[in-house]
C-alpha cells in the first residue's frame, strides 16, 4: 500500500531557530501533497497545498514567509518553521494524493511533533 | 466556506453498546471520508464514500452518507474497548480540489 513517511517524528528546538521536515511518498509519485497543523485536543487544520514544481497554495491565515513549502520532487515536499515561536508548538502532518483514482485518498503521514522553548 | 460539523464532540460508552456518530456538511461534496486518530498518532484511513446512499463496513464500524441530507454517520455496533480514539470526517468539497476539511473530531471511550 501507499506509505507517506515525515522526518523527523519529533524536534525541540529554541525560539528564534528554523526547523524543516520532509514528507515523502515511499511508493508512489504524489503529484499533490497538502500540509495540516493539529493543536492538542483539536482537530486538523490545512495549512497549504503543495505541487510539484509550482508554489504553494496557502490557507486563509496561514504566512507563506513563516512556512516555507518545497515541493522539488514528485516524492518529496520539505516543511520550514522560519523562526519558530512557542506558538508554534504544534503536531505536524502531511499527506500525499497520487493523483490516480479520480483523487479518491489521501495517505496520511505519522506526523512530526514540534516543540519550541 | 465549507463547515463540517461532529455530534458528539465527546462519547463515554459502555462495552457491547451501540451508538452513532454524526457528520453534517455545509455544502456541495464530492467525497466524505472517516478517519481514527490514536493519542500521539497520525491518522488511519476507516471509510471512503464517494456516492450518496454509499455505505460501508468493516469490522464494528458501519458508515454511511446521505449526500441529499449533507449527512454521514459511523456506526458503531457491541463496542469494544480497542475502539477507543478520536475519530474525525472530513469533507472534499466539489470545488476544493482535493483538499480536506475536517470536523472537530469525536472523542469515543470505550469502558469495559
Known amino acids: 500500500g501507499a506509505v507517506v513517511s515525515q522526518h523527523p517524528s519529533w524536534v525541540i528546538c529554541k525560539s528564534g531557530t528554523s526547523v524543516k521536515i520532509e514528507c515523502r511518498s515511499l511508493?508512489?509519485?504524489?503529484?499533490?501533497m497538502f500540509w495540516y497543523r493539529q493543536f492538542p485536543k483539536q482537530s486538523l487544520m490545512l495549512m497549504a497545498t503543495s505541487n510539484e514544481g509550482s508554489k504553494a497554495t496557502y490557507e486563509q491565515g496561514v504566512e507563506k514567509d513563516k512556512f516555507l513549502i518545497n515541493h522539488a520532487s514528485l516524492t518529496l515536499s520539505t516543511l520550514t518553521v522560519t523562526s519558530a515561536h512557542p506558538e508554534d508548538s504544534s503536531f505536524y502532518i502531511c499527506s500525499a494524493d497520487d493523483g490516480l483514482a479520480g483523487r479518491e485518498t489521501q495517505y496520511f503521514g505519522p506526523g512530526t511533533r514540534l516543540l519550541v522553548l | 466556506e465549507l463547515k463540517v460539523e461532529q455530534n458528539p464532540l465527546f462519547l463515554s460508552m459502555q462495552e457491547g453498546k451501540n451508538y452513532t456518530i454524526y457528520c453534517n456538511y455545509s455544502?456541495?461534496?464530492?467525497?466524505l471520508y472517516w478517519y481514527r486518530q490514536d493519542p500521539g498518532k497520525s491518522l488511519e484511513s476507516l471509510f471512503v464514500?464517494?456516492?450518496?446512499?454509499a455505505v460501508k463496513q468493516e469490522g464494528r464500524l458501519m458508515a454511511s452518507l446521505d449526500t441529499k441530507a449533507r449527512l454521514s454517520t459511523l456506526h458503531i455496533t457491541a463496542a469494544v474497548h480497542d475502539l477507543s480514539a478520536t475519530y474525525f470526517c472530513?469533507?472534499?468539497?466539489?470545488?476544493?480540489?482535493?483538499?480536506?476539511?475536517f470536523g472537530e473530531g469525536t472523542q469515543l471511550t470505550v469502558n469495559p
Open positions: 511508493d508512489f509519485q504524489a503529484t499533490t
Open positions: 464514500l464517494l456516492s450518496n446512499g
Open positions: 472530513a469533507v472534499d468539497g466539489e470545488t476544493s480540489g482535493s483538499r480536506l476539511t
Open positions: 455544502t456541495t461534496s464530492d467525497r
